[in-house]
């Protein structure tokens, strides 16, 4: 069965701390990757996104991920959170143009 | 460039009414899949539509139906509302992008039934 597991559902960092999110799948087929961020009331952002090639994959607003096919991980960090990183962050999978298949998401809370 | 749009924005209908949600997609996007959003949980897919055939369906019941225009806008129906169809309804238009596809979402319907 395919899924996606974020083991946290809610962290709270300092701001200018450091983060990482942790996403674990299973999926029978060569995954796609992708963390997207969810602000409240709002639809959902791609961060990034992992396909093939280098495994470390820069995405937008300075997060980055890993992907590690023996650990079956994506592990979402950024080196230093801003109070606006405050939101929701979900995990997800897919194999091309086939739906995404979704973790439930961890709530991140930044405090001064 | 104008991003995947969903009309309307918010919602409030009885339990047993019908309910219809629009979609555009991003222009030149011929994908346009649906999920459903409930508090607290991540998305879950319910319809996938390319050149207006349907693709897949999610573990929706039959109350649920969608369609695609020849415009490859898409509209999603629900029948009967129930009060556990209350959520966060998203639309994602798909692009073909450096290898794989990406699904672009639109700001979602809050559906509230009561």
């Known amino acids: 069965a395919q899924s996606v597991t974020q083991p946290d559902i809610h962290i709270t960092v300092s701001e200018g701390a450091s983060l990482e999110l942790r996403c674990n799948y299973s999926?029978?087929?060569?995954?796609?990757l992708f963390w997207y961020v969810q602000s409240p009331g709002q639809g959902l952002q791609l961060l990034l996104k992992y396909f093939s090639g280098d495994t470390l994959v820069q995405g937008i607003k300075g997060f980055e991920a890993e992907f590690k096919r023996s650990q079956s991980s994506f592990n979402l960090r950024k080196p230093s959170v801003h109070w606006s990183d405050a939101a929701e962050y979900f995990c997800a999978v897919n194999s091309g143009n086939t739906p995404l298949v979704f973790g439930k998401g961890t709530r991140l809370s930044v405090i001064a | 460039d104008a991003g995947v749009t969903q009309s309307p924005t918010h919602l409030i209908k009885t339990r047993g009414q019908q309910v219809t949600l629009r979609c555009s997609p991003i222009s030149g996007h011929k994908s346009v899949s649906w999920y459903q959003q409930v508090l607290g949980q991540g998305p879950q897919f319910i319809f996938q539509y390319y050149e207006k055939e349907e693709r897949g369906r999610g573990n929706f019941p039959d109350r649920f139906s969608a369609r695609q225009f020849p415009n490859y806008s898409s509209e999603l129906n629900v029948n009967a509302l129930l009060l556990g169809d209350s959520a966060l309804y998203l639309c994602?238009?798909?692009?073909?992008?450096?290898?794989?596809?990406?699904?672009?979402f639109g700001p979602g319907t809050r559906l509230t039934v009561t």
């Open positions: 999926y029978g087929a060569t995954p796609y």
């Open positions: 994602a238009s798909s692009s073909w992008t450096g290898g794989s596809y990406e699904q672009y």
